[in-house]
Every structure is written in structure tokens, then in C-alpha cells.
């Protein structure tokens, strides 16, 4: 029934085409591409996310109670002060002169940072600045005033709280989570830092603990010296009288048997004599030194013994002790004693105190060794000496007794001597108040809080608000299903688009009214066409009664229902959405060798625009020339009458039951284009569709029709859109963009394959994409509606 002088004669008649040139691949936009479109269209969530957590973060460091830091340094050298007279360069600081070098300089450190948190010593710092009487003065918290902790939160206190110091454990576990001991990299400084409301009292409790420590250090060295002095004095006390008693002796006899001075060393007898004497002076010297150690054994005093000071592996293990009970300690304030983790430190404690007390068992046991071998020693040489004296006494019984008594005066007054210099040296030591530990730069008040960190807060508010905002952002992409634009359409059905039309209501209030102004002056030809009629091309009606161009000789037809489906094309302008439309029409004329001409417009669902679609699509192809046949098979819920102002019956409904003889179709505004409405309602609308009058009806709109567009209602909602989909050529599937489901129009489409159609395309509606038309349409050179439009004369008005 064409020819080729029909418009459309090229299109529809043009032969099949080969195509050995095939497009590129869509470039991928890769990774980076990706996130950032989705951080373009989730900015919201992100933007929501970091707003919330700054404005927490700033309530919070408006609401907290300001805590100050106060800072005090001390000074920890490696070995303390050379104050005995002789004492090499490389010992510390032991009466003993025993060498700091048996530990290591790391471990000597650490034993003092641990000895810096000891409970003992913070006891004493609570019971000097009298914190336990004013808890609340000086304790942190970190919730603001006003937020009350519930009571089933506390913690019991643990049995005997105060451990027999009268601190009670709370108290002390609380200083030492706002106690911080801080080395300063690449110097020998601690910095001891406490953290409370009060400036004044910050700094005062830093600078007491620093102190306390200093004096600690300072008592355990007294202590030791104390012991030490008064056992020598008391031996040279008893040297004292034995060395008045052996020179009383040795003058008696010299008196009583005129004797004069015997030059010793001319015999060999007296030598060995002398000699023996010599080494028995040196032993007891010895002897007496380790005696001192061993009276500190029998005390059990093992604390002050000097080994036990200077022994690393006691340190260590004593410092490992040290830790274990400050966090079980910390662990008792905030779990009862049945919690598994306090129970099994616990045990590591006492596992602890067990190889502390065996490693110092040792010790103690050399200790002794060294004293029984010594006093072995002394023996010997007692008994070597008392021989050596007989000896001399059987040869000379006179010279031999008084060898005897000169030797005992000489040995008892070198002993003598040595004891008095040992407690010099002593004394020396113990006036001195220097130390290896010093109060470097002693705190002062802070001027400003150190608590909240206000822009630290906020920087990580910041921070944090954006990673977890771009996680939710993630996270709801990841979730979100919904159709954003071609690419996923061609994602989830495969099919191509064939036209991307723009959101009308952004369109209709956006560029300054150009678009609603050409939507009115169109309204206003539908009435202007309607009132004067319009024939089809060749002047006449059409053989079944009804005109088929813009008017039927009947006087006008209903007003279009403002709230209905937009119609764009065929009243005489184009505004810029109308465009999408006629890249719709040109997609469809060479979407294949020869164009559909039964075309089947659908959705997977209802609301998404089909017929908003299906009858622009209409309009665009009736503005080409071709006679097109807009047929609204969507028997349910029809509204292309509404959209071309036309009356709904009778229509396809009243049709296929009989109720008209001939086909009712109406007569449009637009040129070319006639209407099949839906008719009155019908109680079987899919057996209806699938009679012999559909087909027949189908099969007669193609001789008289270049092309023939079917509404058919969403094909999951019911099965007639599937059906008609085996009748058409092709099927436009209509999705909207923010509305419509990727898994419902993935199974629309394989719905519609099963039955035997044939998708064209997809048409996107309310989508990006198609700024280009209004950027062109807005150009100086565009003209508006108003100007294109030629204004209403008065008789055309009043007609």
C-alpha cells in the first residue's frame, strides 16, 4: 500500500543492509570514574553524615568539662654520682662498689618508668596533696556534667580497698588512668604528666610526684647505707678494745722480760709469720663486708642487700611484678573478682611474686655462700698463723710469745684503720644529697585546657563523617536497585536506548517559563484547530466516519485534562523536551534494515510514562507525514483520550465486544494522527486481546497505516502487554529514571522474549543527559514560543 511518494517511503521500504562496520565499545570509565559518580549522586547522604558528626563533636567539646595538663620533667642519668673517694668511674652508687654494668642501660630505664607508676609511690603523692579527701576535685571525666551514669554500670570496689595504707584502691586506679609517663625521644627526660579540672592542681600533683620520686630514690639509697654504718661501727668498736688489750699485753711482757724490738723480716720464720698476718688482716676485712650483707639475711631485709639492687634479671621480674599489679589493680576497679581475665592475672601475679622471690632465694643463698667461705678462709689462715706462732714459740719461746703479741697489736690496728676509713667514706655519702635522679623543669599552671582537643575533634570529626558517610554511600549504591540511567538499562535488560527524555516538571519550572509558555500557546492551537476543523490530506472524511485530521465536523472536543500525560509535538511548536521525542522517532526508523510498524510501547510496571511515551511517539511520527494509528490497548486504566482531548468511547473495548460495527477511531488535532481509545470498560480485557477481531483489527490498521502504536498496560502487572507484544513488530520499553527497578524490568524483558517479542529499545524518562537541547534552545539566537506562534486574532477567539 506504499509508494514511494509516501513521506516515509524511504524508511520503509529501503532494503536490508549489512553491516561489516561495527561501533567501538562504550569506553569503560574505569574505577575512578565510577566512585566518583557515586559520590556525585550520594553527595547528600555524605554531606548529612559529616554535618551530624561535627555538630555532635562540637555540642560535645562545648559540653565537656576542660581538663588542664601539668608537665613536670625529670632527669634520669645512667649512674649515679661519684661520692665515694676511689670509687671507679663506671660504678654506681653502691658502698660495695659493685658494677652498674650487670644490666642493661634499657632495662635500668625501664625499672625507673615502672617505679615512676608504682602503686606505693602514688599512695604517698595521694596522701601528701590530700586528694583522697576531695575526689571529686580532682578526678576527669569525660562525659559532661549533666549526663548521669545508671548504677548498674559501677563497678563494686574490690575486698580491702585501701590495701592497709588507708588509699582506697578506686582512688588510686583513677590517678593512674590520669597519670601519663612520657620519655622524651632522644633525651634522658621523663615527662610526668597529670591531667585534672584544676590548672593549680595539675600542676601540684606533677610536681609532687616528681619530687616523691627524686626522694624515694634517695630513701632506699639511705636505708641501705644506714644498715651498712652501723655494722662497721659496731665492729670497730670491738676492734677498738681488742687492739687496747693487745698492746696492753705486749707492753707487759716487754716490761717483764726487758726485751727491745726484734727486726722481724731477717728471718724467714717471721716473714712467713707476717705475711700470714698480712692475709688474715685482708680476709677479716672481708669477712666483716660480707658479715654486714649477711646480718641483712638474717633480718630478711633482702630488699637492701646490694646484690639483690643491682641483680638486672631481680629488676626485671620486679618490674614485671610492678606492671602485673597495677592492672589488676586497674582490672579490680571495673570487674568483680569472679571476671576470668582478673582471675587469670591474678595467677600471672603470683606466678610473678613466686620467681621473684625464688630468683632472690638465690641471691641470698650466694650471699651466704660468699660469707661461709670467707669465714673458712679466715680460719685457715687463723689456724696457718697459730701454727706458724708455735713454731716460732717451740725455737724461742720468749721471742716467739712476743712476736705473737706484736703481730696480734699490728694486725688488730690495720683492721682497725681500714673499718674507720670505710665509715668515713660512708659518712661522706650519706651527707651528700646529690642523685642520678633530679627535678629538671619543674611544672607550672597551664593557661589553657588540654581537654577536649577542639580542632583535633573536629578534624576527625570531619574525617570520620566523611569515610563513613562514603561507606554509607557505598553501602546504599550497593543496595539500591533502581534505574539511574542508560547504562543501567542496558545492565540489567541488554537493551539500548533509544531516547533519554528529560524531567518535564524541572523543565516546566526551570529557564524562565520559555517552555511553559510554548506548552500554552500549544494549548491554545488544540482549541483554535478544534473549533475550525481540519481535513486529512485529501479534504474529506475517512470511509468509517470519522475525519481523520484535525477535526470531524462536529465542533470542539473535550479540553485536555490538565493533570494527563503531556503531548509535545503536533501543536504547531516544539519545545525543547519535544526533542527527545524525535530522537525517539529517528531511533526507530533506522534502529533496523526495515523499520517496525506495529509498535508495542510498555513498562515493567505502572507510573513510569509508556503512555506519555506512546503517544508522543505517535505525534513525532504523525508530524513526518506518515498516517499513524495511536491504539490505547490498555483496557484497564486508559488515558490517551485525556492527553488528546478526545472522548473514551466507544473505542477498542466496545470493538472487540460487538457493541460497534466498525472500527471507532477518532480524528486527533494533530496531523496524521488518529486515536483508538480504550472504549468502555470491559470484564475480560485479556480474552478481549487475544480474540480474532484483535488480529483482524491489527492486520486492516496496516494497510491503511504507515505505523501503528499500541499503549498496552505494565507487563508485570498483568498478561496483556505480553500478548500484544507477539502481535507487534517491535517493543519500546519504558523505564523511568529514580522510579524503575533494575530486577523488575530484567524480568519484564525476559517475560516479553518468552512470548515471542522483539524489544527495539528502552526509552529513559525523567533522565540526565539532555541538557544539550535546552543549552541550544536558550541560545540569544532561539527564538521563544511567543515569537514563533502568531498571536490570536479577535475572531479567531470568539469563534
Given at each position: 500500500m506504499t509508494d514511494n511518494r509516501q513521506p516515509l517511503a524511504p524508511y520503509l521500504m529501503r532494503p536490508p543492509r549489512r553491516w561489516d562496520a561495527t561501533l567501538p565499545p562504550e569506553s569503560e570509565g574505569g574505577f575512578v570514574q565510577d566512585v566518583l559518580g557515586l559520590l556525585r549522586r550520594r553527595w547528600t547522604v555524605i554531606a548529612k553524615t559529616v554535618g551530624i558528626?561535627?555538630?555532635?563533636?562540637?555540642?560535645?567539646?562545648?559540653?565537656?568539662?576542660?581538663?588542664?595538663?601539668?608537665?613536670?620533667n625529670v632527669l634520669i642519668e645512667g649512674k649515679g654520682p661519684e661520692v665515694l673517694s676511689g670509687q671507679d668511674a663506671n660504678a654506681a652508687q653502691s658502698p660495695f662498689n659493685i658494677p652498674a654494668s650487670l644490666g642493661s642501660k634499657y632495662d635500668y630505664y625501664l625499672t625507673q618508668f615502672t617505679l615512676l607508676q608504682s602503686p606505693s609511690l602514688v599512695r604517698r603523692v595521694i596522701e601528701e596533696q590530700g586528694l583522697a579527701k576531695n575526689a571529686a576535685r580532682w578526678q576527669v571525666s569525660y562525659l559532661p556534667s549533666w549526663v548521669k551514669v545508671p548504677s548498674f554500670l559501677h563497678v563494686a570496689p574490690p575486698p580491702n580497698p585501701d590495701n592497709g595504707t588507708g588509699v582506697p584502691a578506686p582512688v588510686v586506679s583513677q590517678y593512674l588512668k590520669q597519670l601519663t609517663i612520657l620519655p622524651v625521644r632522644g633525651t634522658r627526660l621523663v615527662s610526668v604528666q597529670f591531667t585534672t579540672p584544676d590548672p593549680k592542681v595539675a600542676a601540684a600533683v606533677a610536681n609532687a610526684h616528681a619530687q616523691l620520686f627524686v626522694k624515694a630514690g634517695l630513701e632506699r639509697l639511705y636505708e641501705s647505707m644506714d644498715q651498712i654504718r652501723t655494722f662497721l661501727q659496731t665492729k670497730l668498736a670491738e676492734l677498738q678494745t681488742r687492739m687496747q688489750e693487745a698492746e696492753t699485753k705486749l707492753m707487759k711482757f716487754q716490761a717483764a722480760h726487758n726485751l727491745l724490738p726484734v727486726v722481724l723480716q731477717k728471718d724467714v720464720a717471721s716473714e712467713r709469720l707476717m705475711d700470714l698476718s698480712k692475709r688474715l688482716t685482708e680476709a677479716q676485712g672481708?669477712?666483716?663486708?660480707?658479715?654486714?650483707?649477711?646480718?641483712?639475711?638474717e633480718r630478711g631485709n633482702y630488699d637492701s642487700l646490694p646484690a639483690v639492687l643491682h641483680s638486672p634479671l631481680i629488676q626485671n621480674l620486679r618490674e614485671n611484678?610492678?606492671?602485673?599489679?597495677?592492672?589488676?589493680?586497674?582490672?579490680?576497679?571495673?570487674?568483680?573478682?569472679?571476671y576470668p581475665p582478673l582471675r587469670q592475672l591474678s595467677g600471672q601475679l603470683d606466678h610473678a611474686h613466686k620467681l621473684l622471690e625464688q630468683e632472690t632465694a638465690k641471691v641470698v643463698k650466694g650471699v651466704e655462700a660468699k660469707y661461709q667461705a670467707s669465714q673458712a678462709t679466715t680460719n685457715q689462715l687463723k689456724n696457718e698463723l697459730e701454727a706458724q706462732r708455735k713454731s716460732l714459740l717451740a725455737r724461742k719461746d720468749v721471742e716467739g710469745e712476743f712476736l705473737a703479741l706484736t703481730s696480734e697489736v699490728e694486725t688488730t690496728r690495720a683492721l682497725h684503720d681500714n673499718l674507720l676509713a670505710r665509715i668515713k667514706d660512708l659518712n661522706v655519702a650519706g651527707q651528700s644529697s646529690l642523685s642520678n635522679i633530679t627535678v629538671a623543669e619543674p611544672a607550672v599552671p597551664p593557661q589553657w585546657p588540654s581537654f577536649p582537643a577542639t580542632k583535633l575533634f573536629l578534624i576527625l570529626s570531619?574525617?570520620?563523617?566523611?569515610?563513613?558517610?562514603?561507606?554509607?554511600?557505598?553501602?546504599?549504591?550497593?543496595?539500591?536497585?533502581?534505574i539511574r540511567d542508560a547504562r543501567?538499562?542496558?545492565?540489567?535488560?541488554?537493551?539500548?536506548?533509544?531516547?533519554?527524555?528529560?524531567?518535564?516538571?524541572?523543565?516546566?519550572?526551570?529557564?524562565?517559563?520559555?517552555?511553559?509558555?510554548?506548552?500554552?500557546?500549544?494549548?491554545?492551537?488544540?482549541?483554535?484547530?478544534?473549533?475550525?476543523g481540519h481535513a486529512n490530506g485529501n479534504g474529506h472524511a475517512s470511509a468509517n466516519g470519522h475525519a481523520n485530521g484535525n477535526g470531524n465536523g462536529n465542533g470542539a472536543k473535550p479540553a485536555a485534562d490538565p493533570a494527563s500525560p503531556p503531548l509535545l509535538l503536533g501543536n504547531g511548536s516544539v519545545p525543547p523536551p519535544a526533542e527527545a521525542y524525535r530522537t525517539l522517532r529517528t531511533a526507530l526508523l533506522l534502529s533496523r534494515a526495515i523499520s517496525p510498524r506495529v509498535i508495542l510501547v510498555s513498562s515493567a510496571t505502572g507510573a513510569e510514562g509508556k503512555t506519555t511515551t506512546a503517544v508522543n511517539m505517535a505525534a513525532a511520527l504523525a508530524t513526518c507525514g506518515a498516517k499513524v494509528l495511536l491504539v490505547d490497548a490498555d483496557l484497564r486504566q486508559p488515558r490517551c483520550h485525556t492527553t488528546l482531548g478526545l472522548a473514551p468511547s466507544p473505542g477498542l473495548g466496545d470493538f472487540l465486544t460487538g457493541r460497534v460495527a466498525a472500527e471507532p477511531i477518532q480524528a486527533t488535532h494533530v496531523e496524521n494522527l488518529s486515536l483508538l481509545a480504550a472504549g468502555h470498560p470491559a470484564p475480560n480485557p485479556t480474552e478481549l486481546l487475544t480474540s480474532w477481531l484483535m488480529c483482524k483489527l491489527l492486520q486492516d490498521a496496516r494497510e491503511r497505516f504507515e505505523f501503528v502504536v499500541l499503549d498496552s498496560p505494565p507487563v508485570l502487572a498483568v498478561s496483556d502487554g505480553l500478548l500484544l507484544a507477539n502481535l507487534a513488530d517491535g517493543v519500546v520499553f519504558v523505564a523511568e529514571s529514580g522510579r524503575s527497578r533494575q530486577d523488575d524490568a530484567r524480568l519484564a524483558i525476559e517475560r516479553v522474549l518468552q512470548t515471542g517479542g522483539v524489544p527495539v529499545g528502552a526509552v529513559l524518562n525523567r533522565g540526565r543527559g539532555e541538557e544539550g537541547y535546552y543549552r541550544y534552545y536558550q541560545a540569544p539566537a532561539a527564538r521563544s514560543a511567543d515569537e514563533i506562534l502568531p498571536p490570536a486574532t479577535p475572531g479567531q477567539e470568539k469563534a
Open positions: 558528626l561535627f555538630t555532635l563533636s562540637v555540642l560535645y567539646c562545648v559540653l565537656a568539662t576542660p581538663a588542664y595538663l601539668g608537665s613536670a672481708q669477712l666483716f663486708a660480707l658479715e654486714a650483707e649477711y646480718q641483712i639475711v611484678y610492678d606492671r602485673l599489679e597495677v592492672e589488676h589493680a586497674l582490672l579490680a576497679l571495673k570487674f568483680r573478682p569472679t570531619v574525617a570520620t563523617g566523611l569515610l563513613l558517610g562514603t561507606g554509607i554511600a557505598f553501602l546504599r549504591e550497593s543496595s539500591d536497585q533502581t543501567d538499562i542496558h545492565r540489567a535488560t541488554g537493551l539500548g536506548t533509544l531516547a533519554v527524555v528529560p524531567d518535564f516538571d524541572g523543565v516546566l519550572g526551570d529557564r524562565n517559563g520559555r517552555v511553559r509558555r510554548a506548552l500554552g500557546a500549544a494549548a491554545g492551537l488544540v482549541r483554535f484547530g478544534s473549533r475550525n
